[in-house]
Structure formats: structure tokens, C-alpha cells
């Protein structure tokens, strides 16, 4: 059993910033790409930003020079800063983890979402 767990999410002004963090726990061998991704009332889920496991980065354009996706490999977790937050910021925020388990099974886990919520 592997799971994902998000925190950090909330109700923040336009402009500000908020820290959105997951966390994997269970029979966890290793954990391979990470990543952030988003949806909004309506649309799509979409790519945020994401992290490999040798810590290369990607961005959606629509937030780069404003995030920053980082991860801890000893605790087996992903964060994601994000400033100058913008309405159209607004969604649903959800982590996903290729995650090999203590079997030797390769699984695309993902967290249950935090709301962000950009609005004064």
C-alpha cells in the first residue's frame, strides 16, 4: 500500500504566495518523477511542475519565475513554493509520484488534492 498525502493548501490574496507539500509513505523502494499538477472549476487537469528523481525540473509556462518544485529524497516527499499568486492560480492542487514499491512494482500514485484558493 503507497500512498500520497497534500497539506499546505488554502486561501491566499493575489500576489502572495503558499507552500503546497505531499508526502508519500508505505512500502516505498524508491520514488522516481514527482510532480504537481492542477485543476481548476471546469478544465482540465493540467501539468504544474515536476521533479525527477536526479532532481531535474519542468515548468507549465504559465507559472515559471513564480514556482519552484523541490524535493526531499530521504523523506520521500515534493513541495512546491508558489509566489505572486494570481486568481487564475485557483484550483485544485494534486501530487503524483512514479513510485516503485518494496515488490518491485512500478505505480503512477496520486494524492487525494489540496485547494488553493486565490482570491482578496
Known amino acids: 500500500q503507497v500512498q500520497l498525502v497534500e497539506s499546505g493548501g488554502g486561501l491566499v490574496q493575489p500576489g502572495g504566495s503558499l507552500r503546497v507539500s505531499c508526502a508519500a509513505s508505505?512500502?516505498?523502494?524508491?520514488?522516481?518523477?514527482m510532480g504537481w499538477y492542477r485543476q481548476a472549476p471546469g478544465k482540465e487537469r493540467e501539468l504544474v511542475a515536476m521533479?525527477?528523481?536526479?532532481?531535474?525540473?519542468n515548468y507549465a509556462d504559465s507559472v515559471k519565475g513564480r514556482c519552484t518544485i523541490s524535493r526531499d529524497n530521504a523523506k520521500n516527499t515534493v513541495s512546491l513554493q508558489m509566489n505572486s499568486l494570481k486568481p487564475e492560480d485557483t484550483a485544485v492542487y494534486y501530487c503524483?509520484?512514479?513510485?516503485?514499491?518494496?515488490?518491485?512494482?512500478?505505480?503512477?500514485?496520486w494524492g487525494q488534492g489540496t485547494l488553493v484558493t486565490v482570491s482578496s
Open positions: 503524483k509520484g512514479q513510485i516503485i514499491t518494496t515488490k518491485f512494482r512500478l505505480l503512477e500514485v
Open positions: 508505505g512500502s516505498i523502494f524508491r520514488v522516481n518523477d
Open positions: 521533479v525527477t528523481g536526479d532532481g531535474s525540473t
